[in-house]
Every structure is written in structure tokens, then in C-alpha cells.
């Protein structure tokens, strides 16, 4: 019989479970850590719900980090943001391995738990980059800027804290409209939120000044040295989406 650890979808939550599942020193083979919104109940498993505690996840964090270093905490808060298939399975047994061997499981390249960790931790990373460089953002009738995008993995919070920096001056939001989620910042705060519908109109200065950067686009490209195959190569076709350049 498996035992089934339901938590609420959050790193935290996650952390959480782990913690109770390494601490109680449960079989890492019969315990599964799901979130609550995509378990299906079946009759022969043993469940138990886990509610996100920030005492149990900062012990967690804390043993990481004694155990290894900052860097590696925040790879398996990476692959916990990837959109990999049954991911919690995989950082759960990683994180088996982590308190086993310590800074050593940097090194166990031959081990397929820690390269698909690794693998997913960089996918993330490798996506952040680009989003910072490409997300594009406009001017609402509503008085705040905002953009959209549709990443691949659950990256909306990472970004969001990159323009809480860069942006600090000015109210902005920021959309994931794959999974419903926005960021909200208002000169203070970032908060996040799920949002079915969300229907807003440009000003009309944005109108314009979108207009003219397209015709400025379009008058810079020489035909003849057009590249559709390396550009695609420099920057995917999923990241063409939002823009303006190429709408």
C-alpha cells in the first residue's frame, strides 16, 4: 500500500510533505506526494493531507542548506516549477539522496535521479533567462502596465521578483495565461492571483508607439539576408507569440 501525501500546490506545501515523509522515516519507494487538485482517489491508498507549515519548510530549507548550499536549494525550487510529468517524485528521491550524500550529490552524474533533476532545474532557469529579455509590456486605459505570456513551466514568480527590481517605479501586471495566474505590484508588494478573464485596453499613445515599432521593425530588415531558420534557432517560435514585432 502506497501512502499518498496530498499538499496545496505551493513549493511550500511540497517541502512540507518531504519533510514529513523523511522525518517519519517512510520508505521513499511507498510514499507519493501529489497535489490535491490532481489526485484521483483509490481505494487501496493510505491518504493523509499535509497543510503548508512555514515552521517544517524552513526546517527543511535549513537542512538543505547545511547539508549543501544555497545553489542547490534553489535548483530543487527550480525543478519544483518545471512542467515535468510526476516532478514531485523526483525531487522527493533526490532529496533522499541529498541527506544521504551531502554536497556529494553535485557530483553523481550517473545517478538518472540527479540528471533529471538537473535537467528540469535547468530547463527552468534557461526559460527565466528568456523571459526576462522578452517579456513586453503595455499601457493600460486602467493606469498600470501589463503583459502577458505562456511559459512553458510555472515560472510566473521568479519573473515576477526579477521586474519587482527593474520596474519598482511603476504598477504592473503580469499574465500567465496558460495557467490563469497573474502578478500584481503596486509600488509595494507583489501579490498573486487566479484569474479566469481579464479584459483590458491599451491606451491609444501605446496604439501608436506599437505602430511605429513595427514599421521600424519592418524597415530594418533586408530581404535578402532574411533568416527565418536561424532566427527560430536564436529564439523559438512559442516566445513570438506576445511580440509586437512579430504580430
Known amino acids: ?17 518531504a519533510f514529513h515523509i523523511i522525518s517519519e522515516g517512510i520508505d521513499k519507494d511507498r510514499a507519493i ?18 497543510q503548508s507549515d512555514l515552521k517544517a519548510f524552513l526546517e527543511m530549507r535549513k537542512g538543505i542548506i547545511e547539508k549543501t548550499d544555497c545553489s542547490v536549494f ?25 541527506f544521504t550524500h551531502g554536497k556529494k550529490i ?5 545517478d538518472d535521479i540527479v540528471n533529471a533533476v538537473e535537467k528540469m532545474a535547468k530547463n527552468v532557469s534557461r526559460e527565466i533567462g528568456k523571459y526576462m529579455g522578452l517579456i513586453r509590456f503595455c499601457e493600460t486605459n486602467e493606469g498600470f502596465l501589463y503583459a502577458k505570456f505562456e ?11 526579477f521586474f519587482k527590481n527593474r520596474l519598482n517605479e511603476f504598477c504592473w501586471a503580469i499574465h500567465d495565461v496558460k495557467r490563469n495566474k497573474v502578478a500584481i ?5 507583489v501579490q498573486f492571483l ?15 508607439f506599437q505602430m511605429l515599432w513595427k514599421k521600424y521593425f519592418k524597415s530594418m530588415v533586408i530581404e535578402e539576408r532574411k533568416n527565418l531558420k536561424l532566427q527560430q534557432q536564436n529564439m523559438p517560435k512559442r516566445y513570438w507569440k506576445y511580440l509586437v514585432e512579430k504580430n
Do not use: W
Open 1 to 17: 500500500m502506497y501512502k499518498i501525501f496530498l499538499y496545496d500546490g505551493t513549493f511550500e506545501g511540497f517541502m512540507c510533505a
Open 33 to 50: 506526494i501529489v497535489s490535491k487538485n490532481e489526485y484521483q482517489p483509490m481505494f487501496i491508498d493510505s491518504v493523509r493531507e499535509v
Open 74 to 98: 534553489k535548483k530543487i525550487y527550480y525543478a519544483f516549477l518545471s512542467d515535468t510529468e510526476d516532478k514531485e517524485s523526483y525531487i522527493l528521491r533526490y532529496l533522499f539522496l541529498l
Open 106 to 110: 553535485k557530483y553523481l552524474y550517473s
Open 151 to 161: 511559459p512553458k513551466n510555472d515560472i510566473i514568480k521568479p519573473i515576477a521578483y
Open 185 to 189: 505590484y503596486d509600488r509595494k508588494k
Open 194 to 208: 487566479i484569474c479566469n478573464t481579464l479584459k483590458l485596453k491599451v491606451t491609444h499613445q501605446e496604439e501608436m
